[in-house]
Each structure stands twice: as C-alpha cells, then as structure tokens.
C-alpha cells in the first residue's frame, strides 16, 4: 500500500512538473532567451511550422491524460485494498 502511495505522488510531483514546462518556456522566451531551445535565434526570428502549436497542445493533452489515469489507477488501487483491510 505505502508503494502505491508513492507511485501517486510521484505521478503527481511529475504532473506538476508538466504544467510548469509551457510557464517556463514562455518566461525565457520573453526574458530574451530560446524558450529552452524552441526558437534558437530568439523570439523576433523564430519560424515555427503551421501545425507546431497543434502539435504542443496535443502532446502536452496526451501526457497529462496518461499521468491522470495513473493517478485515477492509484486511487482506486488505493480504495480496493482499504475495503479488503
């Protein structure tokens, strides 16, 4: 049970870490940096492809959906072994 608990918050540090990734970025890329590497030459010169932010929005849906089912797994794992106590 106490490895089950872990496992969760270890799956919601990580969901946390996530979400701060797009606030990053934005600060670097308006401080004058490359967005941790986005736009290399800075925010004035950067091209990005038509579909690039479809692209980030999707992958960042798909993470954050995949670290929440594991912690609906967690929880209900969690619940399963607290009714079999």
Request: proline share 2%; hydrophobic share 60%.
């Amino acid at each position: 049970m106490a490895l089950v608990r872990i496992l969760m918050g270890v799956l919601i540090a990580l969901g946390a870490v996530v979400l701060a990734v797009p606030a990053v970025v934005l600060v670097d890329l308006i401080s004058g940096g490359s967005g941790l590497g986005l736009c290399p030459d800075g925010l004035g010169t950067c091209e990005t492809s038509m579909y690039a932010m479809a692209e980030l929005l999707v992958i960042f849906a798909v993470v954050l959906g995949i670290i929440g089912a594991g912690i609906a797994g967690c929880v209900r794992l969690l619940r399963r072994l607290e009714a079999a106590r």
